[in-house]
């Protein structure tokens, strides 16, 4: 079936170390985009990439960082330089703009606590 | 600046009352409109999306909206609510291939 994977789903780190947040798409899609999700906020978008190995930072991109080195994959790292981590990150993506059936698929999202 | 409102942060209806979610935005041309819906620790579902033409979309789960922008609005209806609606549920705009969201609106269904 295809879809958007987003592992783990639910993940602990300690103040300070930083990690990495899987998502995969084999939906054959160029562009991928991160977003983070805290309660009363929406979604807020983090990085996006339209095409391989470019991206482009969104609206809070302080402390994070991302890659694109294959066209299904898109990880997301939290550094320590990211003041507040903890949230709900979601993982879309979406076919080339201009075509009728444009819209995003989202994974079903990665609760990161940090501790 | 593009943007989108959501003035409602919570609604309460009872089963088999209607609905009418509320939704605004800012854009300076004729924009990309969705609506997902969003369960409890899951990720987002498409209900319904407007690109062109018809002004009244049909979703799945019996929803519906209306773009008017006369009035920069993208209002979601159901004519009868089910428990199982009970969920959070976001308007989104499309710009530049990037999607920004409103801040939600949490719904909550009564027997």
């Known amino acids: 079936d295809g879809g958007i994977t987003q592992s783990p789903k639910y993940l602990f780190r300690k103040e300070g170390q930083n990690v990495t947040l899987s998502c995969e798409q084999n939906?054959?899609?160029?562009?991928m985009y991160w977003y983070r999700q805290d309660p009363g906020q929406g979604l807020r978008l983090i990085y996006y990439s339209q095409i391989v190995n470019d991206f482009q930072k969104g609206d809070i991109a302080e402390g994070y960082s991302v890659s694109r080195e294959k066209k299904e994959s898109f990880p997301l790292t939290v550094t320590s330089a990211q003041k507040n981590p903890t949230a709900f990150y979601l993982c879309?993506?979406?076919?080339?703009?201009?075509?009728?059936?444009?819209?995003?698929?989202f994974g079903q999202g990665t609760r990161l606590t940090v501790v | 600046a593009q943007s989108v409102t959501q003035p409602d942060i919570h609604i309460t209806v009872s089963e088999g009352a209607s609905l009418e979610l509320r939704c605004n935005y800012s854009?300076?041309?004729?924009?990309?409109l969705f609506w997902y819906v969003q369960s409890p620790g899951q990720g987002l579902q498409l209900l319904l999306k407007?690109?062109?033409?018809?002004?009244l979309v049909q979703g799945i789960k019996g929803f519906e909206a209306e773009f008017k922008r006369s009035q920069s609005s993208f209002n979601l209806r159901k004519p009868s609510v089910h428990w199982s609606d009970a969920a959070e549920y976001f308007c989104?705009?499309?710009?530049?291939?990037?999607?920004?969201f409103g801040t939600g609106t949490r719904l909550q269904v009564f027997p």
């Open positions: 939906l054959n899609h160029d562009a």
């Open positions: 854009y300076g041309a004729t924009p990309y």
């Open positions: 879309a993506s979406s076919p080339p703009e201009g075509q009728e059936n444009t819209e995003a698929f």
């Open positions: 407007y690109f062109s033409g018809d002004t």
């Open positions: 989104a705009v499309a710009p530049a291939h990037k999607l920004i």
